[in-house]
């Protein structure tokens, strides 16, 4: 399983983004996928989250800004990011996390750039 994140950029204070995390293998429709971030000297935080079945949960700090969504045909799920705002500024990873009866799973992608300037 790979993951490879696209979409980071520089943008203004109040812009938008969207990121996408195109995953290769089979195991895509039967993991939950997250976006999570991190900023230099701080532990990686989960900013977003999707089950296999869709249903979702974020952040405190993006909730009604972010939104989490799955293209199960394309393998590729994705975080649309409005309303940005300079703490939002930080290296965004997205991660596949797989359940089975052998146990779970995490696979990382390398992350993906984000700068809100003010």
């Known amino acids: 399983v790979q993951l490879q994140a696209s979409g980071g950029g520089l943008v203004q204070t109040g812009g938008s983004l969207r990121l996408s995390c195109a995953v290769s293998?089979?195991?895509?429709?039967?993991?939950?996928i997250g976006w999570y971030r991190q900023v230099p000297g701080k532990q990686r935080e989960l900013v977003a989250r999707?089950?296999?079945?869709?249903?979702?949960n974020y952040a405190d700090s993006v909730k009604g800004r972010f939104t989490i969504s799955r293209d199960n045909a394309k393998s590729t799920a994705y975080l649309q990011m409005n309303s940005l705002k300079p703490e939002d500024t930080a290296v965004y990873f997205c991660?596949?996390?797989?359940?089975?009866?052998?146990?779970?799973?995490?696979?990382w992608g390398q992350g993906t750039q984000v700068t809100v300037s003010s």
């Open positions: 991660n596949l996390e797989h359940k089975s009866i052998w146990g779970t799973r995490q696979y």
């Open positions: 999707i089950s296999s079945g869709g249903n979702t």
């Open positions: 293998g089979s195991t895509f429709s039967i993991s939950a």
